[in-house]
């Protein structure tokens, strides 16, 4: 294979690394194994490009949109964490029933019911819904041990190091056209926060000199029942509405259209085989990642070959516990200094996606439809139907889709009919 060559190596191992501290985060979170959620985003991540003919440079990993209803599952009576597996393995299933419905239904219609003033919003919006986690971990909101040993002023230096270093290595190196140096900011970045890190002291390797060399990942079975499945399930409609916007902005970064080819009932399906397959063997759900969004554009990395080799690394180490745990002891200032950047390029994309496409803001229905989608989207509107809750990007895309199909029915219909 012309395209597994050192330098694609180094890039997927880079790129392995973006996706790893958000990806073992839910596991940490919800009680499940960090080995078993790296050898499920590393296998479903090759079974989503499979399926989606080996177009589309995406890297599957957990999705934090679960996160309650494993918790809700887990912890109540007589619950557990097999059970929430049960309903995830339903969710993915649902996703590919959805699939199979967008299989028969033709791309204009649906580039009509998601047209860049509802697209743009979108992607803006998981930049922005995500900013708030890259900030939390740039001040040392989620490690108190670190404040205390450096402040919030020293967690926001080590933060805007990692940041700057990062634009130094992709700005500097670009312009000497250093190919290969100029498309790793995000390791080159991630391995300097690291090592000013360990140099005042802000890294703990106990968990390190304790972890085994090898191990095989902690599979388990799920368990289904009613109730799991009532909790679980209707978080897969928020996440297949996710899924779009994803797919839309990954398209927009590369410059292609994978709404219509290899077509969006292929990316769907991957998604949902992989989120069951995952739960099956006791791993989260998977999703397609919006750091992998980021790490694209920062880096220009296109070549879905990438995320392939990333998803064998994290395969192989999955069975390799002292690495993962090195990885765990990378303080969270560091990794918010680059997530600033990464979440920030997401949104970018998204303005950029409308200026591509000279969106006329004076027309008063497409203002009005992208400010109500950006102010549901980011002010915390909320609505409740027993188990399911429909919020943020979710509720921002659908309120967004119906808006376009009321104000702008007829000529959706007469462009149909051209």
Same mark, same amino acid.
């Given at each position: 294979m012309k395209d597994l060559n050192g330098n694609n190596l180094v890039l997927g191992f880079q790129h392995m690394f973006v996706m790893f501290g958000a990806t073992v985060l839910v596991p940490l979170i919800t009680g499940l194994d960090v080995g078993v959620t790296l050898f499920a985003a590393g296998i479903g991540t090759l079974i989503f490009h499979v399926l989606t003919k080996f177009q589309v440079p995406v890297f599957l990993g957990s999705s934090f949109a679960f996160i309650p209803g494993i918790i809700a599952v887990a912890t109540a009576k007589g619950g557990s964490l097999p059970e929430a597996l049960g309903g995830i393995v339903i969710a993915g299933l649902l996703y590919v029933v959805v699939a199979i419905i967008f299989r028969f239904i033709d791309a204009r219609i649906l580039h009509k019911i998601l047209p860049p003033f509802v697209t743009g919003p979108i992607i803006i919006l998981i930049g922005l819904i995500l900013a708030p986690v890259a900030i939390s971990n740039a001040n040392g909101t989620y490690a108190a041990g670190i404040v205390e040993k450096i402040g919030v002023n020293g967690c926001w230096g080590v933060a805007l190091f990692t940041f700057a270093v990062a634009i130094f290595v992709k700005v500097f190196f670009e312009k000497r056209r250093r190919k290969l140096l100029s498309m790793l900011p995000v390791l080159i970045a991630l391995i300097s926060g690291y090592i000013l890190a360990v140099i005042i002291g802000i890294v703990d390797f106990s968990s390190v000199y304790a972890a085994a060399w090898f191990g095989i990942p902690n599979f388990s079975l799920p368990v289904f029942s009613a109730r799991s499945m009532s909790i679980i399930v209707p978080i897969a409609i928020v996440t297949i509405v996710e899924h779009f916007g994803d797919i839309l902005a990954i398209g927009n970064v590369v410059g292609k259209d994978f709404i219509k080819k290899p077509g969006i009932h292929r990316t769907l399906m991957g998604d949902g085989i992989a989120t069951s397959i995952s739960a099956l063997i006791g791993g989260p759900a998977n999703t397609t990642y919006s750091e992998n969004t980021g790490a694209v554009a920062l880096t220009g990395n296109f070549n879905p070959v990438i995320m392939r080799i990333a998803a064998l690394f994290a395969i192989i180490? $999955?069975?390799?516990? /002292?690495?993962?745990?090195?990885?765990?002891?990378?303080?969270?200032?560091?990794? *918010? *200094?680059?997530?600033?950047?990464?979440? *920030?390029?997401? $949104? $970018?994309?998204?303005?950029?996606?409308?200026?591509?496409?000279?969106?006329?803001? $004076?027309?008063? /229905?497409?203002?009005?439809?992208?400010?109500a989608m950006l102010v549901l989207g980011l002010g915390g509107a909320k609505f409740a139907f027993g188990n399911f809750q429909l919020e943020g990007l979710g509720l921002a895309a659908i309120v967004g889709v119906i808006l376009n199909l009321i104000l702008n029915f007829k000529h959706i219909i007469s462009k149909l009919k051209d």
């Open positions: 180490l $999955s069975f390799v516990p /002292k690495f993962t745990a090195v990885i765990g002891t990378i303080p969270s200032p560091v990794i *918010g *200094g680059i997530s600033v950047l990464l979440f *920030g390029m997401i $949104s $970018s994309i998204g303005i950029k996606n409308m200026v591509d496409h000279q969106v006329d803001f $004076s027309d008063a /229905k497409i203002l009005m439809i992208s400010a």
